[in-house]
């Protein structure tokens, strides 16, 4: 199900418009770090097929990478005090993931190996996020805005093929976590986000392609599943 950008803000901020409505004197700060492990998902395709020397071959194909992350987060929650049970809150992080996928696709012959990576530096995300808070432990789900360093690029070093498209994007994030309060300063946690960037097309840089071929790179999806640690205030 493609999430919108639209959809992911509205969300984020009824639940901050929840949250500012619950009794401020029973609020809590904090700020953890988080550890875990990454999956990249993408995929390209050309817009024509090679037909340089009488040969005509088209691509399209599947990337996918895993990786450790780790990375920092903080936030602010609120209690409603006519529920008890009901914990709203904002909450921001940064995570560096390095994760990176590349094929190597051979068209014909080994002259005409072309290399297709995707690859997602960084992801820094501004979430609200609500849950169900039983005795120590809070059920909580997460839904914002996204952001992430995403190259795509597909080049043939021999044919001064070059298709790159390397830009700071934004998308939806959504995820879902139980977070346990082990005293009343510490809690130690458990969750899954998942981001969407979309696609971009360009053309060839190198010039060995006409105009109007292009490289489709498809859009990039990052699940980051990781356990913290945070100090509360």
Not at 51 to 64: A, V, W
Request: proline share 2%; no cysteine; aromatic share 12%.
């Amino acid at each position: 199900m493609k999430i919108s950008y639209k959809s992911a803000l509205v969300l984020s901020t009824s639940l901050l418009f929840a949250a500012a409505a619950t009794d401020a004197a029973n609020a809590q700060s904090y700020t953890g770090i988080a550890v875990g492990a990454s999956n990249l998902q993408s995929a390209a395709n050309l817009s024509a097929p090679f037909s340089d020397e009488g040969y005509s071959r088209p691509f399209d194909d599947q990337l996918s990478s895993t990786g450790m992350v780790a990375g920092i987060y903080f936030g602010h929650d609120w209690q409603n005090m006519g529920m008890q049970n009901l914990v709203f809150g904002l909450e921001g992080d940064f995570t560096w993931l390095r994760a990176r996928s590349t094929n190597i696709f051979n068209h014909v012959d080994s002259y005409y190996d072309g290399i297709l990576n995707n690859s997602v530096d960084y992801l820094a995300t501004i979430r609200g996020r609500a849950g169900v808070n039983l005795d120590d432990t809070l059920l909580y789900l997460t839904a914002g805005l996204a952001f992430g360093k995403v190259e795509s690029s597909y080049t043939v070093q021999e044919k001064n093929i070059r298709f790159i498209k390397n830009q700071t994007k934004l998308g939806p994030v959504l995820g879902a976590g139980v977070e346990h309060n082990i005293s009343e300063h510490y809690s130690i946690r458990a969750e899954v986000l998942w981001a969407r960037f979309d696609g971009e097309k360009t053309r060839d840089f190198g010039g060995y392609f006409s105009p109007n071929i292009l490289a489709n790179f498809k859009a990039t999806n990052v699940v980051v599943g990781r356990v913290g640690a945070a100090v509360k205030w």
